[in-house]
């Protein structure tokens, strides 16, 4: 992958990101900025970006997940199809050390926010627990976070990891 694209999605992700925390929606735009660069990255950069069945098969797994989560009340609409569209402009090659990348941040960010939520909430806990009150343990474990944070913050430990810049 090109430093300069790297860098393009790194400051694209520092937008979404602070628009996401301000206001917990990630705009449908964003999507389809990504594909229309992604389609003219193919155009000019045709060597990296293939269009190939195997290219696609990450980013459409993460509109169907995306959707479960979805209705799971676990995720937005918005970051799957963020997810999908940011994962056309990463290389085929690379598409997998960025996803665990991803995967390993998200546990990261989520462990951490459990185990804060522990700690802040711990008497309303106990109560709900002695009460067995399950409503009160879900309003304490049922608060999303904003996701872009965590996507910027994968991508950053991506480029770490995978070196783009060489």
Do not use: C, H
Not at 62 to 69: A, K, Q
Not at 72 to 95: C, H, R, T, W
Not at 143 to 154: D, Q
């Amino acid at each position: 992958m090109p430093l300069y694209v790297f860098i393009l999605i790194l400051f694209e992700l520092l937008v979404v990101a602070w628009i996401d925390f301000k206001t917990a929606k990630i705009s449908n735009y964003w999507f389809l900025i990504n594909v229309l660069a992604f389609v003219l990255m193919s155009i000019f950069l045709p060597k990296v970006y293939i269009w190939g069945v195997q290219n696609f098969f990450l980013p459409i797994a993460f509109i169907f997940v995306g959707f479960m989560l979805f209705q799971l009340n676990i995720m937005g609409a918005g970051d799957s199809k963020y997810l999908f569209s940011l994962f056309l402009m990463v290389p085929y090659e690379l598409q997998d050390q960025a996803f665990y990348t991803l995967i390993y941040s998200t546990i990261l960010v989520g462990g951490m926010s459990f185990f804060i939520n522990i700690y802040q909430n711990k008497k309303m806990l106990s109560y709900a627990i002695e009460r067995k009150n399950v409503g009160i343990i879900k309003d304490v474990f049922g608060k999303k976070f904003t996701y872009a944070p965590v996507i910027l913050m994968s991508w950053v430990w991506f480029g770490f990891v995978a070196r783009v810049w060489e």
